[in-house]
């Protein structure tokens, strides 16, 4: 009997590891889907761009950072977790944190603005904004200038969408000036970049407004005379949207276009803006552009290794407006 009940025993005391270590392995295979599961949620950062935002922020006592805390500190600590959540497979996306705009969401939405879930909610929100922008590794310092200007342009894309939209009809034929403007814009475009030839183009639009001064920058680029420019997508839409703004408006503005190639001097190419539309400069007015400070009209010495050229017919010959 006492051998019988020492096997009874043993066979038990195996029974209850067994059951143990399945339990473990179910737990742990668990924990492993999760982690997995982990990298399929993609996180958004809410980034504070300047030391009087974090100022802001701080006023919350919910706020994860104290006032021993300095703006550096903040950002290195983002940063970390940045590098942790890339370091895990997770998709990581950074948008600006506007204080302003988050105390006006809360009291919009009638949520406690002293909340991690109320900060947790806006920054959802701020995920769907075409203003955030991904995490790629890049270093804390090269990421906040970044989001500045996706923030610029992202406001001055919305501003000169709002006021093609606000122009009207043509009272003549009925025609959609805002929407002439933009085919308008585009075309000019077209023909902007293909009478450049081959090499980097960079060109800068910019058009004044009774409120703000509207800039668009595009760079093309444009390998050989048998191939087609490649213009980014989003550049490309903001530098039309921009153009198509200063044409329907009929106002002031101006245009550049500086062209880069091997074995040659850079070449500057100029228009302005009249009356809705695009006049070519010649090349002594493109030289007194770029050889007079904007601030205080003062001459400046010509750029060594350029060539300041005239423009080019660009527009439409007839345009209706």
Same mark, same amino acid.
């Given at each position: 009997?006492?051998?019988?009940?020492?096997?009874?025993?043993?066979?038990?005391?195996?029974?209850?590891? &067994?059951?143990?270590? /399945?339990?473990?392995?179910?737990?742990?295979?668990?924990?492993?889907?999760?982690?997995?599961?982990?990298?399929?949620?993609?996180?958004?950062?809410?980034?504070?761009?300047?030391?009087?935002?974090?100022?802001?922020?701080?006023?919350?006592?919910?706020?994860?950072?104290?006032?021993?805390?300095?703006?550096?500190?903040?950002?290195?600590?983002?940063?970390?977790?940045?590098?942790? =959540?890339?370091? $895990?497979?997770?998709?990581?996306?950074?948008? =600006?944190?506007?204080?302003?705009?988050?105390?006006?969401?809360?009291?919009?939405?009638?949520?406690?603005?002293?909340?991690?879930?109320?900060?947790?909610?806006?920054?959802?929100?701020?995920?769907?904004?075409?203003? &955030?922008?991904?995490?790629?590794?890049?270093?804390?310092?090269?990421?906040?200038?970044?989001? =500045?200007?996706?923030?610029?342009? $992202?406001?001055?894309?919305?501003?000169?969408?709002?006021?093609?939209?606000? !122009?009207?009809?043509?009272?003549?034929?009925?025609?959609?000036?805002?929407?002439?403007?933009?085919?308008?814009?585009?075309?000019?475009?077209?023909?902007?970049?293909?009478?450049?030839?081959? /090499?980097?183009?960079?060109?800068?639009? &910019?058009?004044?407004?009774?409120?703000?001064?509207? !800039?668009?920058?595009?760079?093309?680029?444009?390998?050989?005379?048998?191939?087609?420019?490649?213009?980014?997508?989003?550049?490309?839409?903001?530098?039309?949207?921009?153009?198509?703004? /200063?044409?329907?408006?009929?106002?002031?503005?101006?245009?550049?276009?500086?062209?880069?190639?091997?074995?040659?001097?850079?070449?500057?190419?100029?228009?302005? =803006?009249?009356?809705?539309?695009?006049?070519?400069?010649?090349?002594?007015?493109?030289?007194?552009?770029?050889?007079?400070?904007?601030?205080?009209?003062?001459?400046?010495?010509?750029?060594?290794?350029?060539?300041?050229?005239?423009?080019?017919?660009?527009?439409?010959?007839?345009?209706?407006?």
């Amino acid at each position: 009997m006492p051998h019988t009940n020492a096997t009874t025993h043993s066979d038990s005391t195996t029974d209850t590891t &067994s059951t143990r270590a /399945g339990a473990s392995g179910r737990r742990a295979d668990r924990r492993t889907l999760r982690r997995r599961l982990r990298r399929e949620v993609p996180s958004t950062l809410g980034l504070l761009a300047d030391a009087g935002d974090f100022a802001a922020m701080r006023h919350y006592r919910s706020f994860p950072f104290d006032t021993h805390c300095e703006y550096a500190d903040y950002l290195e600590h983002v940063e970390a977790l940045l590098r942790s =959540l890339a370091a $895990q497979g997770v998709h990581a996306t950074v948008a =600006l944190f506007d204080p302003e705009e988050y105390a006006d969401y809360c009291t919009e939405h009638g949520l406690d603005p002293d909340t991690a879930e109320a900060r947790t909610r806006f920054t959802a929100e701020l995920a769907g904004a075409s203003g &955030s922008l991904p995490y790629t590794g890049q270093p804390i310092a090269e990421l906040v200038p970044l989001l =500045l200007d996706e923030a610029v342009r $992202q406001a001055t894309w919305e501003y000169a969408t709002t006021l093609l939209a606000g !122009v009207g009809t043509c009272a003549d034929c009925g025609e959609d000036i805002g929407q002439a403007s933009f085919e308008r814009a585009a075309g000019a475009l077209k023909r902007l970049v293909d009478g450049a030839g081959p /090499g980097h183009h960079h060109l800068v639009c &910019s058009v004044p407004t009774d409120t703000e001064q509207l !800039v668009a920058v595009l760079h093309a680029e444009a390998p050989g005379a048998e191939s087609r420019p490649r213009i980014e997508g989003r550049e490309g839409m903001d530098f039309v949207t921009v153009l198509a703004a /200063g044409i329907a408006l009929g106002g002031a503005g101006g245009l550049v276009l500086r062209s880069t190639s091997e074995d040659c001097p850079d070449r500057v190419h100029g228009w302005r =803006l009249d009356r809705g539309r695009l006049v070519a400069l010649s090349a002594a007015a493109v030289f007194n552009a770029y050889c007079t400070d904007a601030d205080t009209g003062d001459p400046v010495a010509p750029e060594p290794g350029v060539e300041y050229c005239p423009g080019y017919e660009v527009d439409d010959p007839d345009p209706h407006h």
